[in-house]
């Protein structure tokens, strides 16, 4: 299984949501587990250590011990997202961001879970070309959306 | 053992002695180990299962999940320090304090290892009378330092 | 009384009802008090002299003097809990984290006091055996309901 | 005596020279004590309750309780100046400045005691035609200082 | 008239009011003024320099000048009340509280104009032992609304 | 004179120096002043009111009230520059930029007094086809800077 | 066209307009585009090198890089404005304020996208004289305004 | 060749140094480059078509628009790495991590640059088993190293 989404808790599924819309978007096969760090440290050693994931992508709020936790059991890459759930997600993103030398994570923005999803998909596309190509697509898209845009921009007001 | 001290990295001590020049005045034995929550996942799980300690104090700086893992593998307290590293310490302040629902962890102030120490004796104390009476007059000693210094500066300038 | 529960004023009832229901939960015997640091000095004082509990809890917004205040008249543990009225509840969590060398306070999260209700009884605990499995079993029962929420989130989508 | 200033602890002293320096100046007399909210509660109620002056000033870093504790035994002005122990003195300033409805707290700035003495100069000042004098004096002097540093101004480089 | 208040902006009313209020139930005579320290700076000048206040209050959020303006035309005390209309109001704590050495403002917490009276009604008692009597009168209520609180605490489940 | 730049203390002259250095630079003639918003408000109004520049550069930290106060007397475009005193100089940073509606400032970097040259700069250029082009010419310098470094940067270690 | 107002996403709209009414209001006659430093840099290079506006204003949320996108491709003065789509707009502030030596951008406050737009007119102004009079005029309006409110002001309550 | 990493100033080159000596024995290759998002916006532009790395890290700080700059030209990974330069490195933290919805950015902690690194390997090692090999020693040497402190620390005191 390519990816290998965590959310510290089932009540971040719209997080959840934002990312697997992308995977899907992009065909990229994933499996999605809860697994707190603090709840159930032991499920998320063994579920990390017996995935064979490439990329992980860990969606926590609060002390987001999560993708530190999963950071911690492989030396594959690890992407954290920070949700907001006090203190703006500021909270959650220093959690994640600020790890010791040693063990990295990849931090995205705040509740940025689509990002997160996107930055899998980038790496994932160093060994497969179509996928590639797909991002590069995704990038013209969003450019004509935008030229879209400003052409309407023409007629406002 | 009384009390489980539990430091991110060896480069932690300073912290550290502060903690046990608080727990040997009173009396305390404890034991110290370096572990770390993302370095070394196993080794914390396994050290605090496997110690027998009323109560655990974990020290680290910026993202600092070691009090939370601590916490997730014990009912038995868990104190946290919070040390700056970076960021005046708030990346560890706020790792440390915004724990989840149902794993609680105890936070002091940054860089405050002394008053770790001393909220653990007061546990302790709790089925140790004589702890109590320690504590009582190692209050009545800060009261009369506070009043010579009070003194003192009556003849300020 | 094992637990002595202080809030700063009638309006924090909300957080009090989080504490007192884990509280309750467990078996651990509880009183409540509206006692002010800023309002009525002194009765904070006489009530935590008078008061033979074991743990404290504090429970204050704004300028949280309340979790300090306790703790000046008593080497009981006190555990604060700081609410947020302002800023995010930043300025509580600073007001009760930041006590000065030797007298400490235990700070859990921002509106957290289902966690300073969990601490206290995990301090209770290290002199009741048949809290200590209580515990134990709160901690199974929250594995559990992870485990479930793991396996419908197989189903997402 | 006019000001009684307090002074959380003997370390504080550089705070309350600026402050005294000040005082002296205006020839406003004033009495200093040491007396912490936290280790030494009873004194600082014993104190400002005994001691019948007009205005108080109150020192403190950290978490900055001493003001409030101060202004929680009186009806007159306390004026609060944080210090910069950590986190910039942002911990300090909250804990002062955010006191709850019905008993106020004058803050000034972070390590600003000179700034404290002049605001309790301007209110002796209510009653002292003198003093009024003395501050439109002051005044006129830091106008004439930024005078001439704008003369000599004009020849820089 | 004893006191003076000064509103950045007509919209800042309801901060006003509550200041109002508690001028009011001492009996303390007030004026209230409109004006901008940005948008009408000769207007705050002149008003300040006219007005015979013993004290003056001085609302406002944002980049809060006000407080300060108000105070470089009169060494009267000023009080200062940041406003919460961006950022959490951090930015008028800022702007009122960090005042150079030499002209200082008395900052009160967040939106806390009725602090802001009482601090007023606190430096005018210096010479109005009535209004002393009536502020120990206020506290003494405060007590009593704690008591009654507490009392009804009791009861609660 | 094109330029005015504007000091809040005879001390904040370092900035003042590299600010003065690029606009030498570009032959722009330029006066400076010290006046203190808080200090001399009367001397900043007929400073401002006096003075025929195109544009303001204010200078100041802490509560830094002067670029608003500069602007609250001139519609020519005022630059503020935020210095760092305390707190990181988020205080000036945020008593700077948060303007009312209808009353701007251009605020730069922290310490940045350069960039408040370049576009003081930038703004007398829009009349000048000179200056244009030699800021045509400063940019292509640091780009030649950068290529240059980037060249030396290939024989790193 | 003397304005040019760029927009990093059409969900900016309502920025845009208080931009734009304040324009229309002065008679500054301005043209609007949408582009994106990260989804279409290219558009944003050409954009900005492709037209001969006097001016330009950026306006942008989060990682606010469009500010600084624009000024690196003109030495003509850019204006900045940060959006609150996270973290109350502090990540949009320090995107565009803390810009490096050599490429100004001007940053006006968080959501003050009227404020650009009299920053603009402000520096068009230079070279109209016809718009300094409505700017005088603008502000003349604003101190009737003022006047009004505080007149109004003396029959409250 | 692997990895490409563009720092915004030859004074970054200390950040450099940690994040090449991991790429240096890892094995992976590697080019530098100096180019700014805001002094060199076009050479940004050519570098990231030109290069055929497969993940590139960019280093920078204040508004460190560099990484964001690099991931608008490219679909491959972007490491961004957020210097202190001011602010402790918020600013660089802040503009780095709040990238919008398409383009994601991986950012590591402050000052980071060797976990860069290290997440530049974990990602080329997806695609080449040797790399992930010397991972996992990485790892074991980590642990290792910090029994080897644990045990040490046996003798503290």
Request: glycine fraction near 6%; aromatic fraction near 4%.
């Amino acid at each position: 299984m390519p990816v290998c989404v965590v959310l510290g808790s089932a009540s971040d599924r719209p997080a959840y949501d934002k990312c697997r819309e992308v995977l899907d978007r992009f065909g990229v096969a994933s499996e999605v587990h809860i697994a707190s760090a603090h709840r159930t440290p032991d499920k998320v050693a063994e579920l990390v250590r017996g995935c064979d994931a490439d990329v992980f992508i860990a969606i926590a709020g609060l002390s987001a011990a999560l993708p530190g936790a999963v950071a911690a059991h492989t030396v594959k890459p690890v992407i954290g997202v920070p949700l907001n759930a006090k203190l703006e997600g500021v909270d959650a993103l220093l959690s994640i961001m600020q790890m010791p030398p040693g063990v990295p994570a990849a931090c995205v923005g705040i509740d940025r879970a689509e990002n997160a999803a996107l930055l899998a998909v980038e790496i994932l596309a160093l060994k497969d070309a179509g996928l590639r190509q797909k991002l590069e697509a995704y990038r013209a898209e969003m450019r004509q959306k935008v030229e879209k845009d400003d052409a309407a921009a023409k007629s406002w007001k």
